[in-house]
């Protein structure tokens, strides 16, 4: 009886051994999710050279905006789809914001449903990014009295009215607020946002 019982368990000892272990499945790195909101009136580089810099790091870049279909930039034949409609999205949705310059946030801050949605998703305290005359969607939002910020020079004015304190740099950083001035400083605009993820 002592041999049958050692006999199985040595058997099943054998069976144990030779069984393939079940591959563990791979760890997927956190994905981040990035938000370019434009419309009309875009500043071409100021949505592409984010978007290039930071797929190229592997982030997923949706281009938000008022309505879904192609907008033109102001300085270039270049055109972007708006992929999403703002009013179809939500802040959960979104690691991060970046609002370019151009003409378009002009178009932007005319939009309350955008301009709750940058409300919204800056009070998330995600990391909200704006260059150029993007910080004019936050101005409108209401959300910069107190921030140190920066912008194209034409916006200046409004940003010291609006309560915020104007500094003339390539990239500022203020809690989960990134802001530059002009598309010569969009290597450290980029750099900035990525490092924020």
Same mark, same amino acid.
């Given at each position: +009886?002592?041999? +049958?019982?050692?006999?199985?368990? +040595?058997?099943?000892? &054998?069976?144990?051994?030779?069984?393939?272990?079940?591959?563990?499945?791979?760890?997927?790195?956190?994905?981040?999710?990035?938000?370019?909101?434009?419309?009309?009136?875009?500043?071409?580089?100021?949505?592409? +050279?984010?978007?290039?810099? &930071?797929?190229?790091?592997?982030?997923?870049?949706?281009?938000?905006?008022?309505?879904?279909?192609?907008?033109?930039?102001?300085?270039?034949? $270049?055109?972007?789809?708006?992929?999403?409609?703002?009013?179809?999205?939500?802040?959960?949705?979104?690691?991060?914001?970046? &609002?370019?310059?151009?003409?378009?946030?002009?178009?932007?801050?005319?939009?309350?449903?955008?301009?709750?949605?940058?409300?919204? $998703?800056?009070?998330?305290?995600?990391?909200?990014?704006?260059?150029?005359?993007?910080?004019?969607?936050?101005?409108?939002?209401?959300?910069?009295?107190?921030?140190?910020?920066?912008?194209?020079?034409?916006?200046?004015?409004?940003?010291?009215?609006?309560?915020?304190? $104007?500094?003339?740099?390539?990239?500022? &950083?203020?809690?989960?607020?990134?802001?530059?001035?002009?598309?010569?400083?969009?290597?450290?605009?980029?750099?900035?946002?990525?490092?924020?993820?």
């Amino acid at each position: +009886m002592k041999k +049958m019982l050692f006999g199985l368990f +040595m058997v099943s000892l &054998l069976v144990v051994a030779c069984q393939q272990q079940a591959p563990q499945a791979e760890v997927v790195k956190d994905v981040k999710r990035v938000a370019v909101m434009v419309a009309e009136g875009f500043h071409d580089g100021e949505a592409y +050279m984010p978007i290039g810099y &930071l797929t190229n790091r592997g982030v997923e870049v949706t281009v938000i905006g008022p309505s879904v279909g192609e907008v033109k930039a102001y300085n270039s034949d $270049f055109t972007i789809r708006i992929e999403k409609a703002v009013g179809d999205v939500s802040v959960s949705d979104f690691d991060a914001l970046i &609002l370019p310059g151009g003409r378009g946030p002009a178009i932007l801050r005319e939009n309350e449903t955008v301009v709750a949605f940058a409300r919204d $998703f800056f009070n998330s305290g995600k990391p909200t990014a704006a260059i150029c005359h993007g910080p004019q969607v936050l101005i409108t939002a209401g959300v910069l009295e107190g921030k140190s910020c920066t912008a194209v020079g034409g916006v200046q004015d409004e940003l010291v009215a609006a309560g915020a304190n $104007f500094l003339d740099q390539s990239v500022v &950083l203020d809690g989960n607020l990134i802001t530059s001035r002009v598309p010569g400083d969009l290597n450290d605009f980029s750099k900035a946002i990525y490092e924020a993820l």
